[in-house]
């Protein structure tokens, strides 16, 4: 059971194979037994999820089914649910119960979908390992020892362990694709604006957004109708038709011009990831796909434009985190200010706090024009050259995250190296683009992810893409040992 | 020494909406701490702003009484700054573009006019409220005012005295209810000015350092707190002082400016454009729907009452101080009296009374209609405007009709000729000596025998009527 | 680019973080790494280049004056640390 796609679950519970409550308990048991040993969750509520299944149950027996009602999906822990613990991986919301649901969880309850749990992430969603979490790090579930890749580590952690059929995660500068990557998922960052960002605990809110992370292209396609659409609660979510993404999956992709860029094979890749990466290019060739190369000039300077613009808006951000009215508070204190600063002190982990000083330096007097406003045109740069890239082709290829899942607390003390995992990522989040990871291959039994970068609101045309990749390969199907 | 003094003014006006300028809060004054605190103006997680429609059209309608250029884009961009009543750890504001432009406002100074120039004016939320004494060395926070619409207007330095900057303020307070964007209750903090002020020697190009008084609520506070700053800075530069800009707070007990303690560090609001917001596109066709549907101004209404129905430009004034007394004076009007006389009742007997007891026209008792029907039986001579007082004080704050409080006063003048001709002749022939007199050349005795008649009608005839025929019978 | 420690500390307290000398000189050298990393955006000429702060070209909504949001009182307070009389409690606020 744990290996069914989303449409053989939804499939399976129409046809009464199962009910939500026994398709719930079977991965509440799966929880029970593997949890500890990835620690993918934060949040476990045997008691709510069970419940929500055994109204899910009675919508099933209505006939009101759609095609994610009973089906349990895990979400990461920066989305706001009602009565549900909500910490965002961080002390200073290890109190928070979340009075309200985001726009995500909504639309999940809405459909009856059953919250498995929250999963475990890098504190406020700033890591690429997931070791800044407050809850402890996330272990890699194809190798416990190494990371498996962040922000959205529990989430992709959990998928691959099969303790989620498909969980939810979010992308501020590779979070959805590199743990993708990293763990032999499909994960979909979406067009900025496709998702409603409403309830999502905020990180870097020009930059951020929601999406899937699970098995395969077409499970992410059942994910993203339920996610996607338009949020009067979120003035920066677009206002379109609502798509179905599983129509025209399956549609051949012959004549598709796909776009390498070249500065995506330059130092820095792994040879190994590289040479998988070709593979799948070839395997596109033989699908039919055309192969022209392109240039992303300025994607080098990406790093550097986000570790301005994200820790600025992240500084902003996190300014609530005060003590005042929810969250954490330092037990002792003076006076206000000095209940202000020991409880940011100690509320908030190493990264986050660095990371707030930098936005927090970046913006002060007399530097504002140097970083961030020059990051800002730079970032207009970025965008521009993708515009352009979108001239020559359809798509663009290349990898996810210059290698695969490296161990525990190998880069943890060095904040640069590791803040090039997000190298070939990081670029789509500043132009807004949609991006997709899927599994290409194994370097010694640890997955490697294939990106592609579609332009604005070209999901249906991604998942395509990628689907008909996973109609001919079945590196999607591979799981880790040890989970069964 | 003589010394220039200099003042803007930065006016926090807050905008008549129902709800909170990013939230579905209601923007009600008042209620229990917190009762208005809807999930944004607590800030949790996660948590967006989207911008009130409402906010929006009143700032355009201020732009256009001001005569301001409105942008077609403006910026909505992050304050920063730790305070326990800003939820968010920042205020969102506007900062390098914001949504009215360059304006100005005429304000009388005595028979003169003077222009003062609007810098700007800007959307942004306000803060909640800090209360103090709740608990012994603790101070209580209420998120109830967080969040409500604010438009801050801020002027050039173009006011030159106390008194020129409580006019400005006047002026105004009473142009943002006149556009219908603010309900003027200084009290509830509705319209809250922070008053720059700065002095220089005579004649000085230069400007002198200004400190900021936060936050007077009364036109009264405004004249107080300059007139002691101006002096404090004054003293201070006689002195061989320096003055370091601040912020200070006008304490209306002591009389006295202080410096704000908790503004001691030097602030770095780290402003930049709030990605939560898009920048606001405002269309022409937007501006055109809003001008069109807008009440005529008080300049505008002014001029047309000169041209109009002739009246004085003080009375034209009057009547356009605040669109309270504007709209009676309308109210009147649509009972076709005369313009001349309503205004009259109005800025006279009218404001008389209310001053005396201290309540606004808003509250008046005495309805235009019924003042109307007062007005017209003075236009139609049924009384005199003498015998109209009467009835006014009759009718002020009581049930009756008009005619009834005539007829039970026996005030109806008496308009008949005959009857008039009749009181008339006893009158001259019981005062025989003062005809003499009149014929004598001596003029005053005229005015005497209408006394007479006047006293022999008791008070009821026509004054205008005695005096044409007294004349007739004269000259035979 | 070179932080000395009051300089840290200036920026953690408008951050309003506490910190002291020994992670002052922690977070100094990694800032700086940050920082040198951030420095390469200086090479590239960008004049004329219009700053881009949102992801996409498209105007602020507006929403109806309503008011939809109700009292939340009984969730809010439970939420804060100190409450009394329907306020969040705070160290004394100094004017």
């Given at each position: 059971?744990?290996?069914?796609?989303?449409?053989?679950l939804?499939?399976?519970?129409?046809?009464?194979?199962?009910?939500?409550?026994?398709?719930?308990?079977?991965?509440?048991?799966?929880?029970?037994?593997?949890?500890?040993?990835?620690?993918?969750f934060?949040?476990?509520?045997?008691?709510?999820?069970?419940?929500?299944?055994?109204?899910?149950?009675?919508?099933?027996?209505?006939?009101?089914?759609?095609?994610?009602?009973?089906?349990?999906?895990?979400?990461?822990?920066?989305?706001c649910?009602?009565?549900?613990?909500?910490?965002?991986?961080?002390?200073?919301?290890?109190?928070?119960?979340?009075?309200?649901?985001?726009t995500?969880?909504?639309?999940?309850?809405?459909?009856?979908?059953v919250?498995?749990?929250?999963?475990?992430?890098?504190?406020?969603?700033?890591?690429?390992?997931?070791?800044?979490?407050?809850?402890?790090?996330?272990?890699?579930?194809?190798?416990?020892?190494?990371?498996?890749?962040?922000?959205?580590?529990?989430?992709?952690?959990?998928?691959?362990?099969?303790l989620?059929?498909?969980?939810?995660?979010t992308?501020?500068?590779?979070?959805?694709?590199?743990?993708?990557?990293?763990?032999?998922?499909t994960?979909?960052?979406?067009?900025?604006?496709?998702?409603?960002?409403y309830?999502?605990?905020?990180?870097?809110?020009?930059?951020?957004?929601?999406?899937?992370?699970?098995?395969?292209?077409?499970?992410?396609?059942?994910?993203?109708?339920v996610?996607?659409?338009?949020?009067?609660?979120?003035?920066?979510?677009?206002?379109?038709?609502?798509?179905?993404?599983?129509?025209?999956?399956?549609?051949?992709?012959?004549?598709?011009?796909?776009?390498?860029?070249?500065?995506?094979f330059?130092?820095g890749l792994?040879?190994?990831?590289?040479?998988?990466?070709?593979?799948?290019?070839?395997?596109?060739?033989?699908?039919?796909?055309?192969?022209?190369?392109?240039?992303?000039?300025?994607?080098?300077?990406?790093?550097?434009?986000?570790?301005?613009?994200?820790p600025?808006?992240?500084?902003s951000?996190?300014?609530?985190?005060?003590?005042?009215r929810?969250?954490?508070?330092?037990?002792?204190?003076?006076?206000?200010?000095?209940m202000?600063?020991?409880?940011?002190?100690e509320?908030?982990?190493?990264?986050?706090?660095?990371?707030?000083?930098?936005?927090?330096?970046?913006l002060?007097?007399?530097?504002?024009?140097?970083?961030?406003?020059?990051?800002?045109?730079?970032?207009?740069?970025?965008?521009?050259?993708?515009?352009?890239?979108?001239?020559?082709?359809?798509?663009?290829?290349?990898?996810?995250?210059?290698?695969?899942?490296?161990?525990?607390?190998?880069?943890?003390?060095?904040?640069l190296?590791?803040?090039?995992?997000?190298?070939?990522?990081?670029?789509?989040?500043?132009?807004?683009?949609?991006?997709?990871?899927?599994?290409?291959?194994?370097?010694?039994?640890?997955p490697?992810?294939?990106?592609?970068?579609?332009?604005?609101?070209?999901?249906?045309?991604?998942?395509?893409?990628?689907?008909?990749?996973?109609?001919?390969?079945?590196?999607?199907?591979?799981?880790?040992?040890?989970?069964? | 020494?003589?010394?220039?003094?200099?003042?803007?003014?930065?006016?926090?006006?807050?905008?008549?909406?129902k709800?909170?300028?990013?939230?579905?809060?209601?923007?009600?004054?008042?209620?229990?701490p917190?009762?208005?605190?809807?999930?944004?103006?607590?800030?949790?997680?996660?948590?967006?702003?989207?911008?009130?429609?409402?906010a929006?059209?009143?700032?355009?309608?201020?732009?256009?009484?001001?005569?301001?250029?409105i942008?077609?884009?403006?910026?909505?961009?992050?304050?920063?700054?730790?305070?326990?009543?800003?939820?968010?750890?920042?205020?969102?504001?506007?900062?390098e573009?914001?949504?009215?432009?360059?304006?100005?406002?005429?304000?009388?100074?005595?028979?003169?006019?003077?222009?003062?120039?609007?810098?700007r004016?800007?959307?942004?939320?306000d803060?909640?409220?800090?209360?103090?004494?709740?608990?012994?060395?603790?101070?209580?926070?209420?998120?109830?005012?967080?969040?409500?619409p604010?438009?801050?207007?801020?002027?050039?330095?173009?006011m030159?005295?106390?008194?020129?900057?409580?006019?400005?303020?006047?002026?105004?307070?009473?142009l943002?209810q006149?556009?219908?964007?603010?309900?003027?209750?200084?009290?509830?903090?509705?319209?809250?000015?922070?008053?720059?002020?700065?002095?220089?020697?005579?004649?000085?190009?230069q400007?002198?350092?200004?400190?900021?008084?936060?936050?007077?609520?009364?036109?009264?506070?405004?004249k107080?707190?300059?007139?002691?700053e101006?002096?404090?800075?004054?003293?201070?530069?006689?002195?061989?002082?320096?003055?370091?800009?601040?912020?200070?707070?006008?304490?209306p007990?002591?009389?006295?400016?202080?410096?704000?303690?908790?503004?001691?560090?030097?602030?770095?609001?780290?402003?930049?454009?709030?990605?939560d917001?898009?920048?606001?596109?405002?269309?022409?066709?937007?501006?055109n729907?809003?001008?069109?549907?807008?009440?005529e101004?008080?300049?505008?209404?002014?001029?047309?009452?000169?041209?109009?129905?002739?009246?004085?430009s003080?009375?034209?004034?009057?009547i356009?101080?605040?669109?309270?007394?504007?709209?009676?004076?309308?109210?009147?009007?649509?009972?076709?009296?005369?313009?001349?006389?309503a205004?009259?009742?109005?800025?006279?007997?009218?404001?008389?009374?209310?001053?005396e007891?201290?309540?606004?026209?808003?509250?008046?008792?005495?309805?235009?209609?019924?003042?109307?029907?007062?007005?017209?039986?003075?236009?139609?001579?049924?009384?005199?405007?003498?015998?109209a007082?009467?009835?006014?004080?009759?009718?002020?704050d009581?049930?009756?009709?008009?005619?009834?409080?005539?007829?039970?006063?026996?005030?109806k003048?008496?308009?008949?000729?005959?009857?008039?001709?009749?009181?008339?002749?006893?009158?001259?022939?019981?005062?025989?000596?003062?005809?003499?007199?009149?014929?004598?050349?001596?003029?005053?005795?005229?005015?005497?025998?209408?006394?007479?008649?006047?006293?022999?009608?008791?008070?009821?005839?026509?004054?205008?009527?005695?005096?044409?025929?007294?004349?007739?019978?004269?000259?035979? | 680019?070179?932080?000395?420690?009051?300089?840290?500390?200036?920026?953690?307290?408008?951050?309003?973080?506490?910190?002291?000398?020994?992670?002052?000189?922690?977070?100094?050298?990694?800032?700086?790494?940050?920082?040198?990393?951030?420095?390469q955006?200086t090479?590239?000429?960008?004049?004329?280049?219009?700053?881009?702060?949102?992801?996409?070209?498209?105007?602020?909504?507006l929403?109806?004056?309503?008011?939809?949001?109700?009292?939340?009182?009984k969730?809010?307070?439970?939420?804060?640390?100190?409450?009394?009389?329907?306020?969040?409690?705070?160290?004394?606020?100094?004017?």
């Open positions: 059971m744990e290996k069914l796609s989303l449409r053989e939804s499939e399976g519970l129409k046809a009464r194979k199962f009910s939500s409550v026994e398709l719930t308990q079977f991965f509440l048991d799966r929880l029970e037994k593997y949890n500890l040993s990835i620690n993918a934060i949040s476990i509520d045997k008691d709510k999820s069970l419940a929500m299944a055994s109204r899910s149950d009675s919508i099933i027996k209505e006939g009101k089914q759609d095609y994610l009602t009973g089906v349990p999906i895990a979400q990461k822990d920066i989305f649910a009602e009565g549900w613990k909500t910490t965002c991986g961080s002390k200073m919301l290890d109190n928070f119960i979340s009075p309200y649901d985001a995500v969880i909504r639309k999940f309850n809405e459909i009856s979908a919250n498995l749990g929250k999963t475990n992430m890098d504190e406020f969603a700033m890591g690429s390992s997931n070791e800044t979490s407050y809850y402890g790090n996330v272990k890699n579930p194809w190798n416990i020892k190494n990371v498996p890749g962040g922000s959205s580590g529990g989430s992709a952690a959990a998928v691959a362990a099969m989620a059929p498909a969980a939810t995660a992308d501020t500068g590779g979070s959805i694709r590199q743990p993708a990557s990293l763990c032999g998922l994960g979909l960052k979406p067009t900025y604006g496709l998702v409603s960002r309830g999502m605990i905020a990180f870097a809110s020009s930059l951020d957004q929601a999406g899937p992370m699970c098995h395969s292209a077409e499970d992410c396609a059942a994910m993203l109708n996610m996607s659409g338009h949020d009067s609660k979120d003035s920066t979510s677009i206002e379109r038709e609502k798509e179905n993404y599983l129509n025209g999956i399956k549609d051949p992709i012959k004549g598709l011009k796909i776009g390498i860029p070249k500065e995506f330059s130092e792994d040879p190994d990831v590289e040479k998988i990466i070709e593979q799948g290019i070839n395997e596109y060739k033989k699908l039919g796909a055309e192969i022209v190369d392109i240039s992303l000039p300025n994607n080098h300077l990406s790093i550097p434009v986000y570790y301005v613009i994200a600025a808006e992240a500084s951000n996190l300014s609530r985190y005060d003590g005042v929810y969250g954490y508070r330092t037990k002792e204190y003076d006076d206000l200010m000095d202000y600063c020991k409880t940011r002190e509320g908030f982990g190493d990264e986050v706090k660095r990371r707030i000083m930098i936005g927090t330096y970046v002060s007097a007399g530097y504002y024009d140097a970083y961030y406003l020059k990051a800002q045109k730079i970032r207009r740069l970025i965008s521009e050259d993708f515009s352009k890239a979108f001239k020559k082709c359809d798509v663009i290829l290349g990898p996810s995250a210059p290698s695969v899942a490296f161990p525990i607390g190998d880069k943890k003390e060095d904040p190296k590791m803040y090039m995992q997000d190298v070939y990522t990081i670029s789509t989040n500043l132009a807004g683009l949609p991006g997709l990871s899927m599994p290409a291959g194994l370097i010694n039994n640890l490697v992810g294939m990106q592609l970068i579609g332009n604005y609101f070209s999901e249906a045309k991604l998942l395509n893409i990628a689907n008909v990749f996973q109609m001919n390969t079945d590196w999607h199907r591979l799981s880790p040992k040890g989970f069964e | 020494m003589e010394w220039d003094i200099v003042i803007g003014i930065e006016t926090h006006v807050q905008l008549k909406t709800s909170k300028i990013f939230s579905g809060a209601s923007a009600s004054f008042g209620g229990e917190n009762a208005h605190a809807c999930l944004v103006s607590l800030a949790y997680p996660g948590v967006l702003p989207v911008l009130n429609e409402e929006v059209n009143c700032a355009i309608r201020f732009g256009l009484a001001v005569d301001a250029k942008a077609k884009k403006s910026i909505f961009a992050r304050k920063n700054y730790f305070y326990p009543d800003l939820p968010k750890g920042y205020q969102i504001s506007q900062f573009l914001p949504i009215v432009g360059e304006g100005s406002l005429s304000i009388s100074m005595g028979d003169d006019n003077k222009i003062v120039r609007i810098l004016a800007h959307l942004e939320e803060a909640g409220k800090s209360v103090h004494g709740v608990e012994e060395g603790k101070s209580g926070i209420d998120l109830n005012r967080a969040g409500t604010l438009l801050e207007i801020v002027t050039e330095p173009d030159s005295s106390a008194e020129e900057a409580v006019s400005y303020a006047k002026k105004l307070h009473e943002v006149w556009i219908g964007i603010c309900d003027g209750n200084m009290q509830e903090g509705n319209f809250r000015c922070d008053v720059n002020v700065s002095v220089k020697k005579k004649g000085d190009k400007l002198g350092t200004r400190r900021e008084i936060k936050n007077l609520n009364s036109f009264k506070f405004i107080q707190a300059v007139d002691y101006v002096n404090w800075q004054i003293e201070r530069l006689e002195d061989g002082g320096a003055i370091k800009q601040s912020t200070i707070l006008f304490d007990d002591s009389g006295e400016t202080r410096e704000m303690r908790s503004k001691e560090e030097a602030n770095d609001y780290r402003y930049f454009p709030d990605p917001l898009l920048p606001l596109e405002i269309s022409q066709e937007k501006i729907v809003i001008k069109a549907e807008m009440y101004l008080p300049n505008e209404m002014k001029a047309r009452l000169i041209k109009e129905f002739d009246l004085s003080y009375d034209a004034d009057g356009t101080s605040n669109i309270a007394v504007a709209n009676y004076f309308e109210d009147l009007l649509t009972f076709n009296v005369s313009a001349k006389l205004s009259n009742w109005i800025l006279t007997n009218l404001f008389s009374r209310l001053n007891l201290s309540i606004d026209i808003e509250n008046c008792p005495l309805k235009a209609s019924k003042l109307a029907q007062l007005i017209l039986r003075i236009e139609d001579k049924t009384i005199s405007n003498n015998a007082k009467k009835v006014f004080d009759e009718i002020w009581q049930d009756k009709s008009v005619d009834d409080v005539i007829e039970k006063l026996g005030l003048q008496i308009s008949n000729v005959n009857e008039i001709e009749n009181i008339l002749n006893q009158v001259l022939q019981d005062n025989e000596a003062m005809v003499e007199e009149y014929k004598s050349g001596k003029d005053k005795a005229f005015n005497a025998l209408i006394g007479q008649v006047m006293k022999a009608s008791k008070g009821k005839a026509n004054p205008g009527q005695v005096s044409q025929l007294l004349k007739e019978k004269l000259k035979n | 680019m070179k932080f000395n420690n009051d300089e840290i500390k200036k920026i953690a307290h408008l951050a309003r973080i506490n910190i002291n000398e020994l992670e002052a000189s922690q977070v100094s050298e990694k800032l700086e790494g940050i920082l040198g990393l951030i420095e955006m090479k590239v000429n960008t004049d004329g280049i219009e700053p881009m702060a949102h992801a996409l070209d498209i105007n602020q909504p929403r109806q004056d309503k008011v939809t949001e109700a009292d939340i009182r969730k809010s307070l439970d939420l804060s640390e100190e409450t009394d009389q329907s306020l969040f409690i705070v160290p004394r606020v100094i004017e």
